[in-house]
Each structure stands twice: as C-alpha cells, then as structure tokens.
C-alpha cells in the first residue's frame, strides 16, 4: 500500500468519523467506498466491522434512554442480524467486481432518493409493519457491501425521530449486525488477524473526526452538510463503477 493509499484511506476514515459524529450514523457509508478502491469490497467491509461495533456500542449505551419502544428496536435489530448473516454469505462467493458495482449502485441510489424526497415522512403505524422487512434488507446490505445506510438510515430519517431516539435506534441496530457479521467473516475467512490489526487501527481516524463531526452539526445548516456529502458520495461511487468495469 503506498503513501497516497495510507492518505485517501486516512481522509476517508477521518470523514466517516466526521459524518458519524455530526449525525450519529453513515461512516460506513463514506469509509467503506473509499477503503474498497484502496483494497477491494471484501477487505474493506471487514476492515469496518470492529469500528462499527465499537463506536455503536459506546453511542447505544450514551442514547440508552432515548429508545422509541423497546419492541421496535429489537425487531428492527434482530432483523438486521439475520440479513447481516444472509449478506455476508454473498460477499464470500459473489466475484468482486460485482460487489464493487453493488456497492457503487447502492450509494447512487442512496443519494438519488435523498434529492428526490428530501421531505418525505413516515407515519408510524406502517413503520412499525416495515421494521422488519426493512432491517433484514438493511442487514443483507450491510454484509454483501458494508453499508446499509440507503435502507436503514433512510428508513429512521423518513419517521422524523428527534436525534437521541435515531442514534438510539440505529445503534442497536448497527451493533446486532456486527455481532452476527464478525464471527461471519472470520468463520468465512475473510476477517484474518492481519485485516482485524488493519480494523483496530482504523479506530483512530474514525474517533478523530467524530468530535469534529459533533462541532460541525452545531455551526452549519444540516442542509449544507449533507449537500457536501451527497457530492463526495457522488464522486466515490463513480470511481468504484469505474474500477469495476475494468
């Protein structure tokens, strides 16, 4: 891996931690696209997982007390958990490029509906019918291709919840996956000793840019923010499509 891989993979990690801190989800969303054109779509998703669980861990048990009801969040996670491993079957046997290209896919569509219903709203009866069809997509998601944010995240954001009950929520939800996807990967072997050394490390620029993701969100319009975001996600997706091809 040469000095301008350590970088992009820095910069890509750092802006994950951004996202995450600003908003309490989506790092995977950023730092798996960008660790799947420095590694490939495999590498990255495993590289990802220790994070995940961890930073979830520490935002579930800060938000414990903003949960919408317990019965909601542990059949959105439980789920979740079940698509994870569903998911992550699919990335030990799908070939490469094709991962590459779904992931590329997902973050199109992912800013396709942004910017098609930005004010689109959920009304909670039917979310409470969807949560499970929902998080078992957005756990099959996350295990092919390590982001599940075009489902899961769109999903929460469409009920209009305050921000402690959406970071609550998605880090139950975020954390059951990991559980499942970890042992997954490893039993696969997909998660070696070498790519979890590689995971543990990446902890730092992820935790780096969280408290300056938390700044951000108190001095910019959410709207500013997430239209730079939109455009960097834009821009990766496009390089992955890219790489696939050839």
Known sequence: MSGSDILLALIGLGL???LKGATG?????????????????PMAVAIFTIPNLLTNLWQGWQFRKSQITRRFTLIY???????????????AFLPGAVLMGVVAC???????????????????????RLCAPVGLIGGMMQGAGGISAPVSVTFLNAMRLERGQFIATISVFFCAMSLVQIPALIGLGILTPQIAALSGAAMVPLLGGMPIGAWLARRI??????????VLLGVIALKLIYDAIL
């Not at 992912?110 to 689109?120: K, T």
């Not at 319009?221 to 939109?230: M, P, Q, T």
């Open 77 to 91: 996670a439980g789920a979740g958990a079940l698509g994870a491993g569903i998911g992550s079957l699919l990335l």
């Open 16 to 18: 994950g931690g951004i």
């Open 25 to 41: 989800a989506g790092s995977p969303v950023i730092g798996v696209p960008v660790l799947a054109v420095i590694f490939n779509v």
């Open 106 to 128: 997902v973050v199109l569509l992912y800013i396709a509906f942004r910017l098609m219903r930005p004010n689109w709203h959920l009304a909670r009866p039917l979310a409470d």
């Open 221 to 230: 319009s959410k709207e500013s923010f997430d239209k730079i975001i939109l």
